[in-house]
């Protein structure tokens, strides 16, 4: 099994679609980065020796537009200093938390002709990721308090 997690699996995306499409989400974005980009052979900056981080950011440049278009948002963002429980393999060079509306915007973001050209940054600067879609919200714990 690889860890190399850029873009959803059918069957993800599937699930994904099939959850409610009318209420807020957000989206929990964890992503690590290539030391290089690599991109595809026939792309103006294959072979520039670009960065992942600044790959990433040519695919935030160009995909703000449409993510601002769509309503989406960022609503918490931060930087890994620590695992305290899990893999300490897993380091996150980005960790931020989008928001959408509702999931028919997040995806019309993905369907997008000018998305899915900047998308082709992302596919370079992504060693692996993980993108969590989760309803915003505290949770009530059994005991009836509230927890984060």
Aim: hydrophobic share 40%.
């Amino acid at each position: 099994m690889s860890d190399k997690h850029v873009d959803p699996e059918r069957a993800q995306f599937d699930a994904f679609k099939a959850l409610p499409r009318d209420t807020k989400i957000h989206m929990l974005n964890l992503v690590r980065f290539k030391d290089e980009a690599t991109y595809p052979d026939d792309h103006p900056l294959a072979g520039r020796g670009l960065s992942g981080a600044e790959a990433y950011a040519n695919y935030g440049m160009d995909s703000g537009p449409v993510f601002q278009r769509v309503g989406g948002s960022i609503v918490w963002r931060g930087s890994m200093e620590a695992m305290l429980i899990g893999p300490d393999s897993e380091k996150w060079d980005a960790m931020f938390v989008a928001e959408y509306p509702n999931s028919g915007a997040f995806m019309e973001m993905v369907t997008d002709p000018v998305y899915r050209q900047a998308v082709v940054h992302r596919q370079a600067a992504v060693e692996t990721s993980r993108l969590i879609r989760t309803a915003p919200g505290l949770l009530p714990s059994r005991s009836g308090t509230v927890f984060g």
